[in-house]
T-cell receptor, first 110, second 116 residues
Framework: GDSVTQMEGPVTLSEEACLTINCTYTATGYPSLFWYVQYPGEGLQLLLKATKADDKGSNKGFEATYRKETTSFHLEKGSVQVSDSAVYFC?????????FGTGTSLTVIP | AAGVIQSPRHLIKEKRETATLKCYPI?????VYWYQQGPGQDPQFLISFYEKMQSDKGSIPDRFSAQQFSDYHSELNMSSLELGDSALYFC???????????????FGPGTRLTVT
């Protein structure tokens, strides 16, 4: 069935370090791919998305490219900030529902 | 901009009690999804409604039921609560496709249910 496999955390980085959170997926058809961010005690917020192969989603310095050949959608940021500390979920949408990865907790220390 | 509203934000119940969670979608959104997120877990899809009809069903226990009303708000009814039902319950709503042809889900802030 459809699923998302996400890099396990937690991840701890120093401010201004580079971030990569790996995400791979399994899906029939042609899913749309998303990254959501969740701050403590809050709901999921859409960070970025890509709807077809080779699309690049970007927002707030974060980027992810939809790679059909490797079924991946890795999240990257060149220079993280303390305010980026949150849990990040990779997700795919194939039709009637979203499938989420298990989430990766990121802590950025000054 | 209007967002998805959920009530209550926090709820404490005892085992075997019942609980009702409410979700009010963004105006003109006609589809509602319910998710359950246990501590440190990813959101698990429970059930969805489109135009007041159940459209898809996930891992929703038989003790739970849900419906969507004529104003498109939805209620999740939970009976015979168990300790394991303690979780954050999100609803998400979608409306028309965006410019890329994707239905983007807008998530509510969640209801944190604690069963003691």
């Amino acid at each position: 069935g459809d699923s998302v496999t996400q890099m396990e955390g937690p991840v701890t980085l120093s401010e201004e370090a580079c971030l990569t959170i790996n995400c791979t997926y399994t899906a029939t058809g042609y899913p749309s791919l998303f990254w959501y961010v969740q701050y403590p005690g809050e709901g999921l917020q859409l960070l970025l998305k890509a709807t077809k192969a080779d699309d690049k989603g970007s927002n707030k310095g974060f980027e992810a490219t939809y790679r059909k050949e490797t079924t991946s959608f890795h999240l990257e940021k060149g220079s993280v900030q303390v305010s980026d500390s949150a849990v990040y979920f990779c997700a795919l949408y194939t039709g009637n529902q979203f499938y989420f990865g298990t989430g990766t907790s990121l802590t950025v220390i000054p | 901009a209007a967002g998805v509203i959920q009530s209550p934000r926090h709820l404490i119940k005892e085992k075997r009690e019942t609980a009702t969670l409410k979700c009010y979608p963004i105006p003109r959104h006609d589809t509602v999804y319910w998710y359950q997120q246990g501590p440190g877990q990813d959101p698990q899809f429970l059930i969805s409604f489109y135009e007041k009809m159940q459209s898809d069903k996930g891992s929703i226990p038989d003790r739970f039921s849900a419906q969507q009303f004529s104003d498109y708000h939805s209620e999740l009814n939970m009976s015979s609560l168990e300790l394991g039902d303690s979780a954050l319950y999100f609803c998400a709503t979608t409306g028309q496709r965006d410019d890329s042809g994707t239905y983007e889900q807008y998530f509510g802030p969640g209801t944190r249910l604690t069963v003691t």
